[in-house]
């Protein structure tokens, strides 16, 4: 008997195999755009997996190291990266992956297509999509609220697809004293002329460190040598890390990060010591004018992870068209392929969410959004984040689980997977950070109501009969929604922070319900084929709206297990 060996999974051409890429792009673009568009995704949906694995092989297995010293005991602080690292920098520059967004060729539709190809090359990118995303989110920022200068040197370096001009940014945030309360940041600002101030502090977890600038944070020293507290002293800074001479920039760095996940990023603890930065925007408005910023990197963290699902799901898919067990192949045992159909589900509701991001940003960007579409965009942008970000590692766990004991080892590969899904809560906000960025859009900038007209509209706009009852049981969910909330508004700030989470999930579901029922008429009608119709019904059988009263005894039980101590037995807790 010949001795067995397993096939790996294979993939082929990640675009012309994604069918819910093609179809929502068809939906999405005019067929003019969608000609000039689509050759330019076949050959990249074609590289990443082709001559892109070699270089993130490299790049994985060549960490980043920190060189502190030359030989001759001179503090030098290099970050030595891959070669393959180095080499998507370049791809990624050639490739447009941020050009795109701001050449604007496509006009809002321009970040549809720009995401498009982010989302095919993340997965084959060893994590260059996080310095990506910033590089992204700063060339926003200076658009919006960058000086002249700024937009007339910087700026271009960040949109360019020549590789020898390409800059990528950092984003130097967190502190030891916090990362999400950024109130509490303690790098100091003090004034050196005109526009320009001197940075002191330490900023504890720095990504895309060996980048050549970045935005971060800091407190504007006053007249007296005084800084204002909380997030009202706060004010943004644009640095370059290195000077004239390449040396780095009155900055030290005194760590790489040990992380669990993304391992090929450069991730350092340094001190700013006098490193020169400009600030951007109005003195003060820090917080406000990171939001720029911080919008545009939280729409990538949701492709990221809408991207990480669906590559999972196709590996796993080819596994078990590959992989026998009990006399038949994986894909033929019913229980497994119920496995597989509930991923599909859970990535076309994560992608569907996020690519209506996607286009409401890019009608943002060009200056057609209305004002309703502005209040959607800034309450679906948190909801898409921190929903598919979860979505994302559950998913990818039960990926690994598809392969058996193959998804536990490492030379496989498929480990990394998880451990890199694992930041995507993580990072740009925690899950519970946005559900309470959700309900402060809703209470400052009133968005649930153009958010609930934009659902109703949607789920109007669903007229096949065969659908009337999936429509009628969402409506009905977003009924229950909309009755929580004046219960939750009324009832103070306790009540509505401890059920965020669970409302935030609730609005992400249902949203997504009407997105993916839309999406399964256009399917029926185009293409005659009712497996999106499949994926809206059982998406929409699922539980829409857990919603949570944590009213004053739930609370305090609450207290009592999330601390471990005593609760008293009464007739609150035996109800």
């Known amino acids: 008997m010949a001795e067995f060996f397993q096939d790996a999974p294979q993939l082929g051409n990640q675009f012309d195999d994604d069918r819910v890429l093609r179809w929502y792009l068809e939906r999405a673009l005019p067929a003019e755009v969608r000609e000039e568009v689509e050759p330019d995704l076949r050959n990249l949906g074609g590289r990443v997996v082709g001559d892109l694995l070699p270089l993130a092989a490299d790049a994985h297995q060549n960490p980043p190291r920190l060189v502190q010293f030359d030989p001759w005991g001179r503090r030098i602080d290099e970050i030595e990266t891959a070669h393959g690292w180095r080499a998507l920098d370049r791809i990624s520059a050639e490739e447009g992956l941020v050009s795109i967004a701001y050449e604007r060729r496509f006009g809002p539709l321009s970040r549809i297509y720009q995401f498009a190809k982010l989302y095919l090359f993340s997965p084959a990118s060893a994590t260059y999509t996080c310095p990506l995303a910033m590089t992204d989110g700063a060339a926003r920022a200076i658009e919006v609220h960058g000086d002249p200068e700024l937009q007339m040197t910087t700026y271009p370096r960040l949109i360019t697809r020549d590789p020898d001009q390409f800059w990528t940014s950092g984003q130097w945030m967190t502190e030891r004293t916090g990362g999400s309360d950024v109130g509490r940041t303690q790098t100091i600002a003090r004034a050196d002329y005109g526009a320009w101030y001197r940075l002191h502090g330490t900023k504890w977890f720095t990504s895309a ?93 949701a492709v990221c992870a809408a991207a990480t699902m669906r590559h999972g799901l196709a590996l796993a898919r080819d596994y078990a068209a590959r992989r026998e067990a009990f006399g038949r192949r994986l894909a033929d045992h019913p229980l497994h392929a119920e496995t597989l159909a509930n991923l599909q589900i859970e990535f076309q509701a994560a992608f569907h969410l996020t690519f209506r991001a996607v286009e409401l940003m890019g009608k943002e960007e060009c200056g057609q959004a209305t004002s309703e579409e502005l209040a959607v965009l800034r309450l679906l942008t948190p909801l898409a984040k921190l929903f598919t970000a979860r979505q994302c590692v559950a998913a990818t766990s039960e990926v690994l689980e598809t392969f058996g004991g193959a998804g536990y080892v490492e030379d496989t590969g498929l480990p990394r997977l998880l451990r890199d899904a694992q930041v995507l809560p993580i990072w740009e906000g925690t899950t519970n950070i946005l559900s309470i960025d959700a309900l402060r859009a809703i209470d400052r900038q009133d968005a649930f109501g153009p958010f609930w007209e934009e659902m109703d509209r949607r789920l109007s706009g669903i007229t096949m009969d065969e659908l009337s009852g999936d429509v009628a049981a969402v409506r009905e969910a977003a009924s229950r929604i909309r009755a929580y909330l004046p219960v939750a508004l009324g009832e103070g700030s306790d009540f509505q922070q401890a059920g965020a989470r669970a409302f935030a999930f609730s609005l992400a579901r249902t949203f997504a319900a009407g997105l993916l029922l839309e999406q399964a008429q256009w399917t029926a009608r185009h293409k005659d084929d009712a497996r999106d119709i499949a994926a809206a019904r059982r998406w929409r059988r699922q539980e829409l709206t857990p919603l949570a009263s944590p009213d004053a005894t739930h609370r305090h039980e609450t207290h009592a297990l999330a601390d471990d101590v005593g609760l008293e037995v009464s007739d609150s807790v035996m109800r």
């Open 209 to 301: 460190t060996t980048s050549q600038m970045a935005m971060t944070l800091a407190r504007i020293d006053d007249a007296q040598g005084r800084s204002l507290p909380g997030s009202r002293g706060l004010s943004l800074f644009y640095l370059e890390t290195r000077d004239a001479e390449g040396q780095l920039n009155h900055i030290t760095i005194h760590r790489l990060k040990d992380k669990l996940g993304t391992r090929s990023l450069p991730t350092a603890e340094l001190t700013l010591d006098g490193t020169p930065a400009k600030l951007l925007g109005k003195a003060g408005d820090g917080v406000r004018n990171i939001a720029t910023l911080v919008n545009v990197t939280r729409i990538h963290n």
